[in-house]
């Protein structure tokens, strides 16, 4: 008897890095959510860029973002702390044919008793395909063996932020150490510090400045946060050398910013010696 198992297999994807994001054939507008000074919604679009119709179910999850930078599924969350809260999703079920795109709205009602602080939650979008039942999908007789069939199921997950009253956070960087990977890059790796009750997401650069001439940029990761649950995150970053670039002498400079479209400003530098 041979028996054909289906495996449904669901695939996350966490993405904080563009403006817009795609997996699993979505286009996601935008990837990032903050609801702050008496902003009550936000239209996101999601667009079909595959070649079949698709469903997509839309709910929350929650996330604990651990010292690495990556992230922990949480089963109970500490409600005091969700987004999901104060937030109505509509639609909440969409199907998309192929290169056409919908808007859905994010709704942000705040109730009187609001406490102080900042809400995050993960606005999760799951693709859903046509799954039989686990079984026997084919059953011979002359037979023993077992053939095991994978479907992955996509998903996208945004962060949703509310900030309500007075919130703030300051920014250090320190832990600078450095490690040669080959001839042609070597890696820098760093701690970022947060105090306050306000996350962080912004840019980190290296600028390589020698002991005489014009500082060079040898690496730059776009969309680098810090939530509210870590009073430090690790960071690592490969750094591109050139025939300019002498890491034995002259210094680095690191620069944690928030990006262009947040006003660009800088939230913390440090400096390596060489």
Known sequence: MKQTIKIVVSVLFLCYTVSGFSQGN????????IMENGKQKEDLTLTNIGKDSAVYFISFLHYQMLVDGSFKQLDKPDSATCADNYLRIF???????????????????????MKEGEFRSHLYFRAEKDVSPLGVLDVKSDTMHMAVKITPIFGISIPVIIRNGNTEAKISLSDVSLTAVNDTASRIDLSINRIGNKSVYGNISVEYVPTAGKPIRIGVANGVAVYTELNKRTFSLLLDLTKEVNLKSGKLLIRYTMRKEDGGKEMARTEYTL
Do not use: M
């Open 26 to 33: 979505l286009l996601i507008s935008p990837i990032r959510v």
């Open 91 to 113: 639609p909440r079920r969409i199907t998309l044919p192929p290169n056409e795109s919908q808007t859905i709205r994010l709704q942000f009602r705040k109730p009187a008793d």
